[in-house]
């Protein structure tokens, strides 16, 4: 295949829309543009039947049943919706959250949102490969524990969390547990009964869906959860979320998720071949680190520190042809690198000089080789200007320099 | 957030990259920044005993485009100056020239630093007193 540029390696941000899912979606902007909510004649009907046909079409991919699906505009919508929802609903039981300290911010500032009105919450940290302590869990489990929030897979690194032994333990304590599966679902087979969740947060635009909708999974059987609805209207999806639903975002959605269902096994299997050769090519560079549990792992994400050379001044080296993200944050206000990673025990200096690739649907293997090429380049060029570089090869103890900090 | 064509012409093309023998006297080195912040410049100076001008300049840099623009753009500019005429170089002047925008002016401070690291450095060495330099904030 001939080389397409640019290179998009930042799938984890967002992916591209399936043109397949576009398709479904047309005639629902201007042709079929009436209210599901409107029962009393076509235009409604021919919306609800869509709206239906896509909650059936997202139950299947992670087997649940088409009631417990709670369409929203996003995963940070039902991240919010989870938490506070069942906070509100379960505070007669308790008033303790259990999550850890890598989970995404839309999970983090929503938990820091229940400690201002009056909750406690345990922030669990990981092990250096980014998965948390099971025995840890446990021990942090109280008598007013309504709620374990702990990711499927992470964001930055790829990590998958031990979901299943996690939702073993939530339930021996009688405490649901709610996973925020957007980087998970449609990438590798979720199964919400096999894995025992509770409560499910993902998004279509991280599965080659539009932006803009997500869903919220919520157990209806053994146990059956409710939330407190968080917006207030209409009472739309079982009176947990009000609002006219966005119709051709959640066609958008059911389609995307039809297709991941399909291909996502083959599609696994090609982009760990991909990312594996990849990492390896990468690795023959000294000194770079692959951040993160290399077992326990989404199949198309690598983060990998390109030590003595900084992310944001790497990326520069090739981000007219190659899209990707970077732990370092030299652009940010408090110029702090990726919580996650620092989370993980890397120094700043390590967490400065990350790369995130994240691969999709549509990355070639022609694309990969690019990428390759361009990095080890630019990692070379920048070393040899980087002061770090040279003390580090003359045998300068960096860590043993007192450095003035800002 | 998109760089100025002046940064990416620093960034692609650096000038005076590399290392100038620190053991002599007539060489400054000035080594500021942190690698826990991301940015880490080195910036050396050779001053020419006879005339006293500061005949060459040589950086590295451990840091984003800007920061590696900052050091270099700092390094054509020592070039050819007294040493004390060095030490009027000011980080707005680079702002200026690079079209830096807010976030970066901390790389603009560091360079600025790291000139009058090297200067003071070559200031201790030949047994001049230290400027203690006025704090800019980063």
Redesign the interface.
Known sequence: MELKLPVYLDNNATTPMDPRVLEAMLPYFVEKFGNAASRNHSFGWVAEEAVDYAREQVARLINADPKEIIFTSGATEADNLAIKGVYEMYSSKGNHIITATTEHKAVLDTCKHIEKMGGQVTYLNVKEDGLIDLEELEKAITDKTILIAIMYGNNETGVIMPIREISKIARKHGVLFFTDGTQAVGKIPVDVNADGIDLMAFSGHKMYGPKGVGALYVRRKNPRVKVTSQMDGGGHERGMRSGTLNVPGIVGLGKACELCLHEMESEAARLSKMRDRLEKSLMELEETYVNGSREHRLPHVSNISFKYVEGEGLMMGFNKNIALSSGSACTSASLEPSYVLKALGLGDDLAHSSLRFGLGRFTTDEQIDFTIDAIKTTVIKLREMSPLWEMFKEGVDINAIEWAHH | ?A?SDKV?DH?SN?KN?G?LDKAKTNVGTG????????????LQIEVDEESGLISDAKF??????S??ASSSLATEWLKGKTVDQALSIDNMDIVEELNLPP??I?CSVLAEDAIKAAINDYRVKNGLPELVAEKKA?
């Not at chain 2, 590295?60 to 485009?65: D, I, N, R, V």
Request: a positive charge.
């Open positions: 957030m760089y990416i960034y650096p990259v290392t080594l500021v920044g942190a690698p826990e912040c991301g940015d880490v410049m080195r590295k840099t451990f840091g984003c485009g920061a590696i976030v970066k901390h980063h």
